[in-house]
């Protein structure tokens, strides 16, 4: 029996649904599994805006699974934002979020940035203090053996909706007291006279790990920004090195070329 989809062809209905197209042994719980299909199905634009679900009995059906299993998969995208249940009509695909532009020519931090959006930014900390640093917090930042490190781990939302994961690390007499950053580490180099004033970044795209993917609402693997940012005081000394993920799907980096004038 084929079971039309709303906004799907005919012949795309059965298969994205069908278990031999996401389901793998020993690759976790089977809702789990169903769940990342289908997010990475919508974030592909597989599943476009609009695009109406099949009634749970129908996709538990076609995905050979029980109705516990599509309930909690679906229930779980319903709160990553990428489906809406609509009463007596059913469950929809959402339109995709607009996304956030932001220059690659201007040094602003993300809470400045959003607030020249009109959003409103918050920060969940998910580790702060002082630590021995990596390797590369030594050679971007010119740490001296035996320094430590001020780092401040974010995960940083725009109106509620988790945009970043961001590791920020500066020598110790630039930041003596990791606790003071809550949501703005900027606005607490300015209070203090040590905010940078220009910056480096390197933008690579990857994957993300499990961990990570399940901090931004992603199914594990999704491909994000990963953008790692040396800022400078006017002295030339690097003060700051952080590296952040960002939502490729929601976000985007603009730069501005300019042609320069023949010599």
């Not at 299909?37 to 129908?58: K, N, V, Y």
Request: charged letters at 25%.
């Amino acid at each position: 029996m084929v079971i039309p989809i709303r906004g799907l062809p005919m012949e795309d209905d059965q298969a994205l649904f069908r278990p031999e197209a996401w389901f793998r042994e020993a690759r976790g719980p089977r809702y789990e599994q169903l769940y990342r299909h289908l997010s990475a199905a919508i974030a592909a634009g597989e599943l476009p805006p609009e695009t109406q679900l099949p009634p749970e009995r129908d996709l538990a059906l076609i995905a050979d699974v029980s109705r516990v299993t599509v309930r909690k998969a679906v229930s779980q995208l319903v709160a990553d934002g990428v489906l809406e249940q609509r009463r007596g009509a059913g469950t929809f695909v959402k339109p995709a979020r607009s996304k956030i532009e932001q220059s690659l020519s201007a040094l602003l931090s993300f809470t400045d940035y959003m607030r020249q959006r009109g959003k409103t930014s918050s920060s969940r900390i998910l580790r702060r203090g002082l630590f021995l640093p990596t390797p590369d917090e030594t050679m971007s930042l010119g740490l001296s053996a035996g320094e430590r490190v001020a780092r401040v781990e974010r995960l940083r939302f725009a109106d509620d909706t988790p945009l970043a994961l961001e590791w920020s690390s500066l020598p110790t007499d630039v930041l003596p007291d990791p606790e003071a950053v809550g949501t703005s580490l900027y606005d607490v180099l300015r209070a203090s006279g040590k905010a940078p004033t220009r910056a480096v970044q390197r933008i690579t795209a990857v994957n993300l790990t499990a961990a990570d993917a399940k901090l931004l609402l992603l199914p594990e693997g999704a491909a994000v920004l990963r953008i790692d940012r040396t800022a400078y005081v006017p002295s030339g000394r690097p003060i700051e090195f952080t590296r952040g993920l960002y939502r490729s799907d929601i976000y985007d980096f603009i730069a501005e070329l300019r042609l320069d004038a023949p010599s």
